[in-house]
């Protein structure tokens, strides 16, 4: 057997392509040295340093382009599509760092290793987001998977915390080892993992019927179902969005959906329109389920990140349904709506952030009340994120949410869509409590005072609400750069 | 001046919101600055409305020719779906126009009694109006319906913060019904979106004048069940908003709890948009379904004017009458565009631009005595004429004006509204001929019990009507009368525009 020859040509193109996710892997591990030499009044260094890695990550991003550079021999690849979704990971990391520089003090995660784990798990987001072999997929979604399950339960001393975080963890591993056994029976049948390639097969008509490899795509499909917490695959998420600490509850409703949208736009993409007589049905009912159980559960909360929690599964199934309606259309719906989620979600989270005093109990209802007058910009601000998330117009979430149910009807998906429209009517209702509660409730006599935000927090909450307001009235270019990441993809 | 030519539109639409921002830039504690700020900010666009109003050619008709649109305004916006900013005026808009500018304005002045937080309250109003005459202004369904969602929170939150004992009930309940409407509406613009095509470039359209082209709909679209499907989703949204029996519940609740000036703005204003919507959008895009249609329209419209006039018959709290007569007036309108004839149509439109007036009337005189007393039980009054002669006077003219009192505008419309139905549905005419036996019935009745008989002794020092009172009254009661005597400024206004749209209707496809 010959070795095989170094190429060192393909090597350095290969980590070219991967340049974002190396400098967000080395700002990890420079956040895990500087841990060990920095005294305890200095570990806030490790979040500016944090912070910097993470738009030094963008900046390479920006600078690869937005052209196709293959990596490993095609294991990897960066495209218009990875761009897309590289940025608005990285857009999310970088908010939620910066949240964390109040949120740290306050809360007692002022940690080299809670930085080094947000920072890993982003790395793995990124390579799920422009990984081309289900390997890739894979790797990167336990990448990014292992430091989640850690962050949410980083407060080693809450019940809630560790209770969210065993679930999780269990859950998440179960659904590894579906995803996996799903790749291997793909494999069996198609004698590749390459995405492009099964798709080509795909294609011709080879794999079509093929009983092996219709098991294997199921069972990938639960495994994602798992990720982006699809009914029924979706009983981890409220416990572990409850128990986690907010900051990583808003990263997780943030990035985590999105890198794992991004993997299954790919697959679903690329290889279901040769099967989409079968695979559409599937998707339909776990869109329908997702987003009706989801708004009508978080119907009946009261607190504020178990309610979100609820309205993150409803979302996942708004962006099911653009996935269901597929081609450009459904694509690019589903890219613009990943993107203003991360804004509007993060954005949510922040505001809450600051008015909770406590874990648990600071995040019902009922303690907002008064807020909206004492506190008029974070009122203003929590009601913008709330109203966006309602799918109200001007906001960035009505856009999102009318390209989904548009590209919807225009597949022929209509029933689809007036589920879509009904559930999201629906979801109004919980979204205005808070806002009801912050404005028109009687205001108890202690109003918790909402901690001062730093500058930095400050600055990531109004960049999320200028972006949802931006979104919302001048969406033209986003939806632009939307659409030809998709059509990068399908070219 | 070429600038503000060229963008009238546009300036009477986002003048009021920018002031909203330049209101939230003013340090706390400095209310009165607020105040003239806002009332600045509304008084401009009414300026500029009295310059539309002059500019205006009415021998021209618009609603679906675009070459006949007025004062235009044509953007792309969104370009990959082909969503446009497409702002004009024709008949149809411009009586809507000249009212929610006016109405704003005095509303702002009538909310100068607001102590309560007086800056969100005067931004959230100023985003209100913007939203008000951008629907009124639209001629895009995309940007109709963003215009029509941006009205509905600072409306909710008016309510809901400013409101009385049981503003939290009145303001969700006002809000669902108004969004359960707006999604019955949001699932037909995606319908209509994917069923045309626009003529110029092959691409899908929200352009309204492009749906009103029959050529441009699809097969799917021109099924007559599919049509009649669609219609009735617009219908029911629009009637939600009328509100037209059976979906009218909600209104008595907003009023009730709503500030007075919301309550102008509400039934001055917004329920004009129901019916506004069905002339823009739903009549001249399915007129085969308005002409099938009809007679259930004109049995509905009667079933408002009766019923609401009886339930106005049987409230205890005056401003809780008040609303149901507006359910009532409404009716006519419905009754006068069922008709399909141009006197109708004109009655109709005229009603809307009329009732406008005389309500916005009884809701700021309603406000007056409900300042004053602080409370609004028509039995808790008494003799109040002998105390408060000039508040008296105004509200026996407004009430007059209310039940229809020839020389007064609300005569003029109802008469019309009469003429042009009768012909077409005799029956249902003569029940709503009858049903203003009741309107006036009630209006009496509540006037003799709060001003005439032995005088309550606990009212006997009631403050008179004050000069910013009279000054948010006056205007109103000028215009009603003028046009009462005088009614051709307004008819020709509107005439050429509705006439074209009966037109367009009865025209078979």
Known sequence: MTPIAMDTGALVRGLYCILPEMVVIGTAILVLLADLLLPEEGKK???????????????????????????????????????????????????????????????????????????????????????????????????????????????????????????????????????????????????????????????????????????????????????????????????AYEGAPTLVTAFMGAAVKAAAFAALLRVVLLTFPAILPAMSGVLWVLAALTMTVGN??????????????????AHAGYILVGLTAGGVAGGQAVLFYVLVYAFMNLGAFGVIMLVAQREDDGYDIDNFAGIGFRYPVLGGLLSLFLVSLAGIPPTAGFVGKFYLFGAAVRSGYVGLAVLGVLNSAVSVYYYLRPVVSMYMAPAPEGIPVPRPPRSAFSFALCASAAAVLLLGVMPASALEFAERSVLSLLM | MGFIDNHILSLMTFL??????????????????????????????????????????????????????????????????????????????????????????LAVIGSFGIEKKVKGYMALFLLLETGMMGVF??????????????????????????????????????????????????????????????????????????????????????????????????????????????????????????????????????????????????????????????????????INIVYGALCAMAQSDLKKMVAYSSVSHMGFVMLGMAALTPTGMVGGAMQMFSHGLITAMLFFLVGVVYDRAHHRQIDGFGGLGAVVPVYTAFVSFAFFASLGLPGLSGFIAEQMVFLG?????????????LGIIFVAAFHLWALQRVFLGPLNPKYAALEEINAREVFCLAPLGIIVMYIGVWPMPVISLMNSSLVHLVDLVKAVI
């Open chain 1, 45 to 239: 260094r490790l979040c500016h340093l944090s912070v910097a890695g993470v738009a030094a990550a963008i900046l390479s991003a920006l600078w690869l382009g937005p052209g196709k550079i293959e990596g490993f021999s095609g294991m990897i690849v960066h495209d218009g599509m990875g761009l897309f979704f590289t940025l608005t990971i990285l857009a999310a990391a970088l908010l939620t760092l910066m949240m964390a520089t109040g949120y740290s003090e306050w809360e007692g995660t002022q940690k080299g290793e809670f930085y080094a784990l947000i920072l890993l798990s982003t790395s793995g987001m990124l390579f799920m987001a422009e990984g081309t072999d289900l390997m890739t997929v894979f790797l990167g979604l336990e990448t990014l998977s292992i430091p989640i399950y850690c962050l949410v339960g980083f407060h080693r001393g809450r019940m809630r915390s560790l209770e969210g975080a065993m679930k999780y963890f269990l859950l998440g591993a179960f659904s590894s080892g579906f995803f996996l056994y799903g790749i291997a029976l793909m494999y069996a049948a198609a004698g590749t993992t390459r995405i492009p390639v099964i798709a080509s097969m795909m294609r011709d008509a080879r794999l079509y019927g093929n009983p092996v490899f219709l098991a294997g795509i199921g069972l990938l499909l639960v495994g994602f179902a798992f990720k982006v917490s699809l009914v029924p695959f979706h009983m981890w998420t409220p416990d």
């Open chain 2, 137 to 302: 202004a639209s001629l895009d369904f995309f940007l109709f319906y963003v215009f029509w969602e941006v009205m509905l929170l600072p409306m909710y939150f008016l309510i809901g913060i400013w409101g009385g004992p049981r503003k939290e009930y009145a303001a969700i309940k006002f809000f669902l019904y108004t969004l359960a409407g707006s999604v019955l509406m949001l699932l037909v613009l995606l319908a209509l979106y994917f069923n045309t095509t626009n003529p110029e470039t092959g691409g899908h359209t929200f352009n309204l004048l492009h749906y009103m082209a029959q050529s441009t709909h699809n097969g799917w679209l021109k099924g007559f069940d599919v049509r009649i499907l669609l219609f009735l989703g617009l219908f029911i949204g629009f009637a939600i908003k009328v509100p037209l029996f059976p979906f009218h519940t909600w209104l008595p609740d907003a009023h009730v709890e709503a500030p007075t000036a919301i309550s102008v703005i509400l039934a001055g204003v917004l329920l004009k948009m129901g019916t506004y919507g069905l002339m823009r959008i739903s009549f001249p895009i399915f007129p085969d379904v308005t002409r099938w249609f009809a007679v259930p329209m004109a049995v509905i419209g009667v």
């Open chain 2, 421 to 433: 139905s009768f012909d077409v549905f005799r029956t249902i005419v003569v029940i709503a001929a």
């Open chain 1, 296 to 313: 009508f559960s978080a119907l009946l909360q009261n607190n504020m990140k178990r309610m979100l929690a609820y309205s993150s599964i």
């Open chain 2, 16 to 105: 009021p919101v920018l002031g909203a921002a330049a209101i939230l830039c003013v340090p706390r504690g400095k209310d009165d600055v607020i105040r003239w700020i806002a009332a600045a900010a509304s008084f401009l666009p009414l300026v500029l409305s009295v310059k539309l109003l002059y500019a205006f050619d009415r021998s021209v008709a618009g609603v679906n020719v675009a070459g006949q649109f007025q004062f235009v305004e044509h953007y792309s916006w969104i370009p990959s779906i082909n969503v446009e900013y497409f702002l004009g005026a024709d008949g149809i808009s411009m009586p809507m126009l000249i009212l929610t500018a006016l109405l704003s304005f």
